[in-house]
């Protein structure tokens, strides 16, 4: 369910968030002050129903807590719901910088690019490569690296590609499938 910034909130829950917001309560995952008031912002955000607010909100939570996950989540659920792509990119390449060993950001961003129309290919392969060489066993990032090839007519990388992909059967048979019918559009190797 996608926070409310899409829906009205309770008195009390709006009171919770301020009170956090203030340092009047501290939740128990607080490790230090900077994580709770960015955790407390992101909340305040999710229950609001004004969306340019609930996003300055959000963007000052990256800012206070760069590596809190939530802000980014809920930011690219936001821009990708409105097809502002460019926007989710924004938003992943922020979170990369403060957390560069997140496979899921380097494949979000690539996934944006491969949402523009048309897709921006050569802009999205470093990111899938990117992802790739954080995670070798990511049969997404292989699938996509191998259509990229193939777009590009690089044959050989391409097939490598996308046999890596339709490999992993058992762990994504969606994407061995999706993988093989590529393979079957590139023809025999």
Known sequence: ??????????????????LMLFGAAEPLWAQDSSRARAHALVDAAIQMTDSKQALKLL??????????????????LYYNSREDFGKVVEVYKKFVVHAPNEVSAYLNIGEAYMSFQPPRLEDALPFYKKAHELDPHSSFAAMRMGEIYAHQGNREEALRFLKE???????????ASEAERELRQLGPA
């Not at 926070?3 to 919770?16: G, I, Q, T």
């Not at 000052?60 to 930011?75: C, G, K, V, W």
């Not at 992909?165 to 994407?175: H, L, R, S, V």
């Open 1 to 18: 369910m996608l926070p409310r910034f899409l829906a009205k909130a309770s008195a009390a829950a709006l009171f919770f968030s301020f």
């Open 165 to 175: 992909a339709a490999a992993d059967k058992a762990k994504n048979p969606a994407i």
């Open 59 to 76: 963007w000052q939570a990256t800012d206070i807590d760069p590596s809190l996950n939530e802000p980014y989540i809920y930011l690219a």
